[in-house]
């Protein structure tokens, strides 16, 4: 837990992951995903045996894996509003797992993207609220709406995550619980903000005003940007001097500090950046999947985690696994309704994932006992 | 330097706390005379309550991270502690009256299951006849407690212990397979931990879905209170002390109890050993491998007592929307682990702060100032980065986070 110490189990998985080629990364992360999609189907089977319904099968099992991740990944080929719900949620997933990415690629890890995009969506939004009636009409005016948000948020989410960034850089508090603490803060305090000066007149839930419909855009645009942030984040971390100290200062930060890179400033600027995308995708939650700030944000930054995880924090990797737990998060709702299985089964297989994507050495052991040359 | 700016931070907060109290007997009818008035025995004892879920994650982390594991997913741990005990109190008290014999028996399978686990891992001994009467000497050990258990306490009462013993063993269980992930596939410790927390935030609400048809439990019985005759009468002390909690009893023995053996006995002498130079008790002849193990097994038992202390100590629920009911008591705990610089007695003071600043938000709340609740809430949040920001770095073991492997493989 040691500030000091972070940096070496970090140190060594980079190591380890730097030393693999990119094959052996990808076919761990097939490999995690794959067991933990079986580990999975087995918890759900058993969970199947305590659960109530009319008709088990075999007489014991109440929910069949097959079913539901037949809707966990096939629905939105489907299902038409199962495939709008993958699309919204890929993009959003890409931004808080770029986010996430970011800041594991510095040595820094922001468990805080979840709190960086719920006051970023609170900030887009009360800025779309506030410049709405001043814009111009027409769709010119909604997209100068909809960047003044962007915008906002981006800012927001910038500005609080180098708060954890400056109390690690300045005062070595250990950022796993700093922006960990930042998470609760963040939704009390916007819960507090929302409900004391910003609150929807008449309506019984915590919310904000509703964004004026000018600036929203559907989920093509969200991913457009997306991939877009994808492609400059890309080029940002290995086109540039920037981006090859902030690698530099993830994987050696010695030598990054030998080579004149100032370690503080550092600490601050990658999760400032981190802590901007995170807010960015709360400002796209709100312009293109709610069209308002409402209290209960879903765990958008969490699954960047797992996403981020999973793609071995290599931006490009988000790309795919993004709408994997995209289209998961999509089905999610529908195992609820149609199969009656609990959606927080996703949960139970985000775990799963990161924690089998962290243990390279157990599919290593596991190839050299099946002598399928995986093992080295 | 550091202990220095440690004890000037705790003389300050006792000092903060002190100057409120005085103010409020001077002005009675000021802020402060109100939040004095706050500061009562009743204050104090639920401030105690408060502080078992995070000092007992603390203990356990010392253990883990003393050994050269650094255990993140303390927080999960508590959640599942709170999940399970519910779980098993509400399956053998249910609706239709009373049934002790499932949790004994779950109980037990739990315990050889252990067991068998820990023997398959080597983690039991050497020759077979070292294993067997180990092994079989935890699982008789279990059973005996079961049996004192039912014995002394009525049906119910034990049935409600049953399942507080069934969820520290759960939690054990988790905690070892956090280990051989770690230990044995050296998994990065963090991501690890982190796993371990978000399975546990993912699968106790999921569980209670499919076993209640809600995330949050219905009620189950508690644990109640023990009162110590002629002692609870003491005044002011009498109270908080000796008319609390089984946890809290627990508490105020696990203490002084983790300092005696962490730094009085050779198994303590080990556990740091392994966490400072592990190349050099391993060439003292000592395994490695099963001191950290043990070390990672207590900070899942701990956290299993702290967790189910939790939910069936006093509300007797498992609460599981958003970050369920243990709302980042873990994380709070890693910080008063940190704050107390690794010593069970300075975990415990900084646990106890926090939970005093708990108690405090409650109070609060139930006061009616202008202060909305949800800013009041933040309150312990805050003071924890302001505690972690002010001890800055501190003095980790050496080999902390890093894997051990010995030669002979």
Known sequence: ?376 | MKAIKRLALLAVSTLAVGAVVLIGQLFPNTPAGELANVLDAGYAASSLRLAVPIAFAALGGIFAERSGVINIGLEGLLIVGAFTGVAVAHWTIGDGGVSLGPGIVLLLVLAALLAIAGALLGLLGDSLREIAVRGGGGVLAVAVLAGLTVALAGPTLAATWIAFYVAVLVSGAFSLLFAVVTIEYRADQVIAGLAVWLIALGAAPFASNVIWGSVNSPGVDTLGTWTVPLLSQLPAIGSVLFDAEPVVYFLLVATPLSWYVLTQTSFGYWVRASGENPKALDTAGVDVRRVRYAAVLISGVFSGIGGAGLSLGRVGNFVGSGTTMVDGRGWIGITAMLFGNYNPFGAFGASLLFAALDALQFRLQQLNYAIPDSLIQTVPYVTVIVVLALVGRTRTPDAAGEHYDSDED
């Open chain 1, 1 to 376: 837990m040691n500030p000091d110490r972070l940096p070496g189990p970090i140190a060594g998985v980079m190591d380890r992951l730097v030393d693999a080629s990119a094959g052996e990364r990808l076919v761990v992360s097939v490999a995690a995903l794959i067991t933990a999609i079986l580990l999975g189907g087995i918890v759900t089977l058993v969970a199947g045996v305590f659960a109530e319904c009319s008709t088990p099968m075999l007489g014991t099992f109440c929910y069949n894996p097959l079913a539901v991740y037949r809707y966990l990944f096939l629905a939105p080929l489907f299902d038409s509003f199962v495939l709008q719900e993958t699309l919204k949620n890929s993009a959003l997933l890409l931004f808080t797992g770029l986010a996430v990415a970011v800041s594991f690629r510095a040595g820094l890890f922001n468990i805080g993207t979840q709190g960086q995009l719920v006051l970023g969506a609170l900030a887009a939004a009360l800025a779309a609220v506030w410049v709405g009636p001043a814009a111009p009409s027409g769709p010119v005016g909604g997209a100068l709406i909809a960047v003044v948000a962007m915008v906002a948020g981006a800012v927001v989410g910038g500005l609080y995550a180098a708060i954890p960034g400056a109390l690690k850089a300045y005062a070595d508090a250990n950022e796993v619980i700093t922006t960990i603490m930042l998470n609760f803060v963040a939704s009390d305090v916007a819960f507090f903000l929302v409900s004391a000066y910003f609150q929807k007149p008449g309506s019984g839930s915590v919310e904000t005003r509703d964004v004026p419909a000018a600036a929203r855009f559907g989920p093509e645009i969200a991913l457009v940007m997306a991939v877009a942030l994808t492609l400059l984040i890309t080029y940002l971390l290995w086109g540039t001097a920037f981006g090859y100290d902030l690698r530099t200062a993830g994987i050696q930060p010695d030598a990054a500090d030998y080579a004149g890179v100032d370690a503080k400033r550092m600490v601050v600027t990658s999760m400032t950046l981190s802590g901007m995308i995170g807010g960015l995708g709360g400002a796209v939650w709100v312009l293109m999947s709610v069209g308002r700030w409402v209290n209960g944000v879903p765990s958008l930054g969490f699954d960047g985690i797992t996403v981020s995880v999973l793609a071995s924090n290599n931006p490009l990797g988000v790309l795919f696994a993004g709408p994997l737990f995209g289209s998961m998060q999509a089905g999610s709702l529908s195992i609820d309704f149609q199969l009656g299985v609990p959606r927080q089964l996703v949960g139970v297989i985000r775990g799963l994932v990161i924690l089998l994507v962290a243990m390279p050495e157990f599919f290593r052991t596991l190839g050299v006992r099946w002598g399928m040359g995986g093992g080295r």
